[in-house]
């Protein structure tokens, strides 16, 4: 009879472990799953807030106040995607950089949004040093954020260096447009880029992050073949 209980204990909780693995797979493919619609979301709305689509007007503002938000919860995503293949150092920083760098383009945002919609255009001229001085906590936090996102993007490249569903092509735009940005907005520091009349590269970063978003929810036969296996 002992033996019987602690088969049928054994039989128990091998049910409920594999219930749990069940559970934990299809949270992974959830994951993944949103995670690549926010980045796809994400994408569209930095590209829409940053060419400033004059009928859109104060929606320019709140489709960049929700890209950081976005950002965050697709590098979430991408972290369970590239892990179903590897899990490295490079993946879990590239996740950590990019949920620091949603925050911080958030902040930059509403400060950028509360600063201009506080001061009207044709008021800061005449404040001189007080409004540049103002301004330059945004633009601070600009280059803070390109930061972020740039080493963000590196480590992404090489973590896709090696993946199936990648490879050595996308690995080398990652690589290019992030070092590029970084190595841009350190020359152009204290402000970022654009507003030192060089060559700004965030654009194109944004549209490589789409792009992997696309990638990434066109690869879930992948995703349900790498779960099962």
Not at 8 to 14: D, H, M
Not at 50 to 56: A, G, R
Not at 159 to 184: N, Q, S
Request: hydrophobic share 55%; proline share 3%; with cysteine.
């Amino acid at each position: 009879m002992g033996i019987a209980i602690g088969l049928g204990w054994i039989a128990k909780e091998g049910k409920l472990m594999s219930n749990a693995l069940s559970d934990d797979r299809q949270l992974t493919r959830s994951w993944i799953i949103y995670g690549a619609t926010a980045g796809i979301v994400a994408g569209l709305a930095y590209t829409t807030a940053s060419v400033e689509v004059p009928f859109l007007g104060a929606v320019n503002v709140y489709l960049g106040m929700a890209f950081g938000p976005l950002l965050a919860v697709a590098y979430g995503g991408m972290y369970h995607f590239f892990w179903l293949h590897r899990n490295t150092v490079a993946l879990q920083a590239a996740t950590l950089y990019g949920i620091i760098a949603g925050t911080l383009v958030n902040l930059m945002v509403v400060v950028q949004s509360a600063i201009h919609l506080t001061i009207p255009a044709g008021a800061r001229e005449g404040l001189g040093l007080a409004y540049a001085g103002v301004n330059m906590v945004q633009l601070g936090m600009d280059v803070s954020w390109d930061i972020y996102l740039s080493v963000a993007t590196v480590l992404l490249g090489l973590v896709m260096a090696g993946h199936p569903r990648f490879g050595r092509i996308w690995a080398a735009a990652a690589l290019l447009l992030g070092g590029g940005l970084l190595v841009l907005n350190l020359a152009s520091f204290p402000v970022p880029p654009a507003s030192a009349g060089s060559i700004d590269l965030g654009l194109a970063c944004g549209m490589l992050f789409l792009a992997v978003a696309i990638r990434i929810l066109a690869s879930l036969k992948w995703v349900d073949s790498a779960l099962s296996g």
